[in-house]
């Protein structure tokens, strides 16, 4: 017999908190074990109009690290999380907080879309405000 309803939406609840945790502490390894093999990263900057794409655990490390690497003081405060069980979605808002490489300080207001497939991240797509 399969997960009820409400252990579904507590899993992927669960997960987005452990995410954004895993995500302020710049534990890469941590992050990426919510990662399945198979997984799909949007990052918001990119030659496209999705921004850049990246595929498989090994290219979303590559581009995650570079995240770590470009602001290594990232911070996502005052998360919130959302779950749609029937879509195996979850969303999390955050304000994101860093000093870029050059000394250039950030904060702009973003979103990540997650999906699921059996507990773990198949897909990440995120977006943030543009700040001029």
Do not use: N, Q
């Given at each position: 017999m399969g997960a009820s309803r409400e252990d579904m939406m507590a899993d992927i609840d669960a997960s987005l908190r452990s995410l954004c945790d895993a995500f302020n502490a710049h534990d890469l390894e941590r992050v990426m074990g919510h990662f399945a093999e198979d997984c799909v990263l949007?990052?918001?900057r990119g030659p496209q109009p999705w921004g850049a794409r990246y595929e498989g655990k090994d290219d979303v490390?590559?581009?995650?690290?570079?995240?770590?690497?470009?602001?290594?003081?990232?911070?996502?405060?005052?998360?919130?999380?959302?779950?749609?069980?029937?879509?195996?979605?979850?969303?999390?808002?955050?304000?994101?907080?860093?000093?870029r490489r050059d000394g250039v300080r950030?904060?702009?207001?973003?979103?990540?879309?997650?999906?699921?497939?059996?507990?773990?991240?198949?897909?990440?797509?995120s977006y943030w405000k543009i700040v001029e």
């Open positions: 949007h990052m918001p490390r590559r581009a995650l690290a570079g995240r770590f690497e470009g602001l290594p003081d990232v911070h996502y405060g005052s998360e919130r999380h959302f779950v749609d069980e029937a879509a195996r979605t979850g969303i999390s808002k955050w304000v994101l907080t860093g000093t950030i904060e702009v207001w973003g979103c990540d879309f997650y999906t699921f497939r059996d507990g773990k991240v198949v897909e990440k797509d």
